[in-house]
């Protein structure tokens, strides 16, 4: 089964940076299963619908971004480290929200398949 946490949630003023991380871990193969999916962020905001923030291909080549991101925040990977992160500069008060990593099989780069969930880390960006 795999695993996802993240870490680097917090409360930051607009106009600030934050980096958000996942570590992915799955049992005897970790060191493994990350390479095998792609990864992604997305975010729910309280009282709206989770939504697409990011997303990474296994070769790191492709990325996706949502209109709202894009140009303000990065997403990466490190496979030697099972980690994703999501960089995220001139933070907004509309980006507050619980920001979640996801894996996802990969059918073509661009095309996934969601299939593991972490619990979540929450960003509060205050005006």
């Known amino acids: 089964q795999v695993q996802l946490v993240e870490f680097g949630g917090g409360l930051v003023q607009a106009g600030d940076s934050l980096t958000l991380s996942c570590t992915v871990s799955?049992?005897?193969?970790?060191?493994?299963?990350?390479?095998?999916?792609?990864m992604g962020w997305f975010r729910q905001a309280p009282g709206k619908e989770r939504e697409f923030v990011a997303s990474?291909?296994?070769?790191?080549?492709?990325?996706d971004y949502a209109d709202s991101v894009n140009g303000r925040f990065t997403v990466s990977r490190d496979n030697g480290k099972n980690t994703v992160s999501l960089q995220m500069k001139s933070l907004r008060p509309e980006d507050s929200a619980r920001y979640y990593c996801?894996?996802?099989?990969?059918?073509?780069?661009?095309?996934?398949?969601?299939?593991?969930w972490g619990q979540g880390t929450r960003v509060t960006v205050s005006s």
């Open positions: 799955g049992g005897t193969f970790s060191s493994v299963a990350m390479a095998w999916f792609a």
């Open positions: 996801a894996c996802a099989v990969e059918h073509s780069p661009g095309s996934y398949e969601w299939k593991y």
């Open positions: 990474i291909s296994r070769s790191s080549f492709v990325t």
